[in-house]
């Protein structure tokens, strides 16, 4: 009888199915590793496309703002002559339009009914605060009249004759109320006889400054 002994070859059976599996386990694992890494670098790739985007956005900014700061001096100095030029152009209308525009007040001021050029409301203000600084509607222009009228720099000086001095304060009070005159100032006047009609009259003088 012949006897077979089977007990070395199960354990190596069962060494070699253990010894798959751990292969299979390490395989596995590995394979875990690679597509573990595959996912990494597509992260990073997609993380490094963002910003060479971002930094592309940025040099187009920088180009920009570079063609901005290059011409900022061409444009100021433009900016400079336009506006240069709209000044000059002002103070030749101002020039051709503003002694007409005093002209025509004075003549205003000094016409009997009339007044000078006030607002309303300013007026109605004053009026509250001090009655004695508005103007007197009911003056007679005729006891006053102007001899001289001379502007330099838009600065004028009046000279000429009243038949007192409240004629003369009532020229200055309806002047330093116009919309085209300020800082009235009545210099120093004196009494004479008029030869022509043998009346004592007032000689005036009296500065101020135009606005136009």
């Given at each position: 009888?012949?006897?077979?002994?089977?007990?070395?070859?199960?354990?190596?059976?069962?060494?070699?199915?253990?010894?798959?599996?751990?292969?299979?386990v390490i395989l596995g694992l590995f394979v875990l590793e690679v597509g573990a890494l595959f996912l990494f670098h597509g992260m990073k790739n997609e993380e490094l496309a963002s910003q060479n985007r971002k930094n592309r956005e940025l040099?187009?900014?920088?180009?920009?703002?570079?063609?901005?700061?290059?011409?900022?001096?061409?444009?100021?100095?433009?900016?400079?002559q336009l506006r240069a030029r709209e000044d000059a152009i002002a103070k030749l209308q101002s020039?051709?339009?503003?002694?007409?525009?005093?002209?025509?007040?004075?003549?205003?001021?000094l016409t009997p009914g009339r007044g000078p050029s006030v607002d309303p409301d300013?007026?109605?203000?004053?009026?509250?605060?001090n009655p004695l600084a508005v103007f007197n509607p009911g003056w007679d222009a005729r006891r006053l009249w102007i001899s001289r009228f001379v502007?330099?720099?838009?600065?004028?000086?009046?000279?000429?004759?009243?038949?007192?001095?409240?004629?003369?304060?009532?020229?200055?009070?309806r002047m330093n109320l116009s919309s085209l005159f300020?800082?009235?100032?009545?210099?120093?006047?004196?009494?004479e006889k008029d030869n022509a009609t043998g009346l004592e009259i007032v000689r005036f003088q009296l500065e101020a400054e135009v606005r136009y």
């Amino acid at each position: 009888m012949i006897r077979i002994n089977l007990l070395p070859q199960r354990k190596r059976a069962e060494r070699s199915e253990g010894g798959q599996a751990w292969l299979l386990v390490i395989l596995g694992l590995f394979v875990l590793e690679v597509g573990a890494l595959f996912l990494f670098h597509g992260m990073k790739n997609e993380e490094l496309a963002s910003q060479n985007r971002k930094n592309r956005e940025l040099e187009t900014q920088i180009d920009t703002a570079k063609q901005t700061v290059a011409n900022h001096a061409a444009i100021k100095t433009e900016l400079a002559q336009l506006r240069a030029r709209e000044d000059a152009i002002a103070k030749l209308q101002s020039a051709r339009t503003g002694p007409t525009s005093v002209m025509l007040e004075l003549a205003r001021i000094l016409t009997p009914g009339r007044g000078p050029s006030v607002d309303p409301d300013k007026l109605a203000q004053i009026r509250k605060q001090n009655p004695l600084a508005v103007f007197n509607p009911g003056w007679d222009a005729r006891r006053l009249w102007i001899s001289r009228f001379v502007e330099t720099n838009r600065r004028v000086r009046l000279e000429g004759a009243a038949r007192d001095g409240e004629d003369v304060s009532e020229l200055a009070r309806r002047m330093n109320l116009s919309s085209l005159f300020e800082n009235v100032r009545l210099l120093p006047a004196r009494k004479e006889k008029d030869n022509a009609t043998g009346l004592e009259i007032v000689r005036f003088q009296l500065e101020a400054e135009v606005r136009y």
